[in-house]
């Protein structure tokens, strides 16, 4: 049985596959867009629903090109999706900032609504950088199911099942090599998670420059959200 499953993936592979479900992109999305909704308005740079607007705006046509699986790709959609990343990562990462200069430099009492915002700067950090490196590893969604392997960019990110061909029997069969495993939103989400609670990698290894650094700048802020922000926050509810 496990020998007819591994060559049913060789008769298909990646890119005769539907590709990844739009859904839990989407659904990522709007939890971040939310979570940012729901700040207090002294962390927001602009007026409450200035920037949602702006990212439902990017996210529709996302949606009308790919609405049930990310199958389809052109130069637009590439920079609304990477724009749409950037916009979340960016507001949230300003809003941490205002909400270490409130703590320096403002008379904080109201700790339990504190704790609440850095709980919501904390998940939404998460979502932005796992959105960051769904996009940009191997070139994103589209061309991880879609191209050949060979057409690939190179690879941000080493996961355990790129390098499991020569495990045990069912472990191999469901490595890179020979299921033609591709890691989704899951994966990626898993390792903003794991970047944002240990402060470095585990088992997913950044490769790339770029990588490297987008997990550096998540884990500092997730550094300075913990040890700061709900350390003060604490210390003022006591």
Excluded: C
Excluded at 44 to 54: E, G, Q
Excluded at 141 to 170: H, Y
């Amino acid at each position: 049985m496990v020998k007819s499953r591994v060559e049913a993936r060789v008769r298909h592979p990646r890119h005769e596959r539907r590709g990844e479900a739009r859904l839990p992109g989407v659904v990522a999305t709007l939890i971040a867009i939310t979570l940012y909704v729901a700040l207090p308005q002294q962390l927001l740079v602009a007026p409450r629903y200035v920037l949602p607007a702006l990212e439902l705006l990017l996210l529709v046509p996302l949606i009308a090109v790919n609405p049930k699986r990310l199958t389809r790709q052109t130069k637009a959609i590439r920079f609304f999706s990477l724009a749409l990343v950037l916009v979340i990562a960016a507001s949230n990462l300003t809003a941490l900032g205002i909400l270490i200069h409130e703590l320096i430099h403002a008379d904080v009492k109201d700790g339990r609504s504190l704790l609440v915002a850095a709980l919501q700067v904390w998940l939404t950090n998460i979502i932005a950088f796992g959105l960051a490196y769904w996009e940009l590893d191997r070139g994103g969604p589209v061309a991880r199911t879609q191209a050949p392997r060979g057409e690939l960019p190179l690879a941000d990110f080493r996961f355990s099942q790129d390098e499991n061909d020569d495990a045990v029997e069912e472990v191999a069969d469901g490595a890179s090599g020979t299921s033609d495993w591709v890691p989704t939103l899951v994966d990626y989400l898993y390792i903003s998670v794991t970047n944002s609670t240990a402060f470095s990698p585990t088992d997913t290894m950044p490769l790339s420059t770029r990588a490297k650094l987008l997990m550096s700048v998540e884990s500092v802020a997730a550094l300075l959200t913990s040890l700061l922000v709900i350390a003060r926050a604490v210390s003022v509810l006591h």
